[in-house]
C-alpha cells in the first residue's frame, strides 16, 4: 500500500509517499507525478522518508519523471531516502541519474 499527499508551493510541488513502491502501486505514483508536472508546470519533490520498499516498477515511475521534468528544463529531486532505499538506487546505478538530497530543506536549495 501507498499513501500519496501533495503540497503545491509557486515554484516546486512536494509529493511525499508513505508505504511500498512496488509494481502494484507505481503506477499511481505515474499518475500523480504526471499530474503534477502538468498542472503545476514546476519541479517536483519526493520525499520518501515514509517508504519502506522500493522495487524496480518504483525505479521506472521515477526515472520516466525525471526524463520527462528534463525536457521541461525542471527537476524531480528526490529527498530523505531510507538507508534501505537509497541501497537499491545506489546498486541499481540510479544515484548518477537521479537528483537527490538527504533532506527536504536542501532539496529546496537545489531547485
Same mark, same amino acid.
Do not use: W
Given at each position: 500500500?501507498?499513501?500519496?499527499?501533495?503540497?503545491?508551493?509557486?515554484?516546486?510541488?512536494?509529493?511525499?509517499?508513505?508505504?511500498?513502491?512496488?509494481?502494484?502501486?507505481?503506477?499511481?505514483?505515474?499518475?500523480?507525478? *504526471? /499530474? $503534477?508536472?502538468?498542472? &503545476?508546470?514546476?519541479?517536483?519533490? %519526493?520525499?520518501? #522518508?515514509?517508504? =519502506?520498499?522500493?522495487?524496480? @516498477?518504483?525505479?521506472?515511475?521515477?526515472?520516466?519523471?525525471?526524463?520527462? *521534468? /528534463? $525536457?521541461?528544463?525542471? &527537476?524531480?529531486?528526490?529527498?530523505? %531516502?531510507?538507508? #534501505?532505499?537509497? =541501497?537499491?538506487?545506489?546498486? @541499481?546505478?540510479?544515484?548518477?541519474?537521479?537528483?537527490?538530497?538527504?533532506?527536504?530543506?536542501?532539496?529546496?536549495?537545489?531547485?
Amino acid at each position: 500500500m501507498l499513501e500519496i499527499k501533495q503540497i503545491h508551493h509557486p515554484t516546486y510541488s512536494v509529493v511525499v509517499l508513505s508505504g511500498r513502491l512496488d509494481a502494484v502501486t507505481s503506477s499511481e505514483l505515474d499518475l500523480v507525478l *504526471q /499530474a $503534477t508536472e502538468n498542472a &503545476k508546470k514546476n519541479s517536483v519533490i %519526493l520525499n520518501m #522518508a515514509s517508504v =519502506d520498499y522500493l522495487s524496480s @516498477a518504483g525505479l521506472r515511475s521515477m526515472l520516466g519523471s525525471t526524463k520527462r *521534468q /528534463a $525536457t521541461k528544463q525542471k &527537476k524531480l529531486i528526490i529527498c530523505n %531516502l531510507t538507508p #534501505a532505499v537509497m =541501497d537499491i538506487i545506489h546498486i @541499481a546505478g540510479f544515484d548518477q541519474i537521479f537528483t537527490l538530497a538527504p533532506s527536504l530543506d536542501i532539496a529546496i536549495t537545489l531547485i
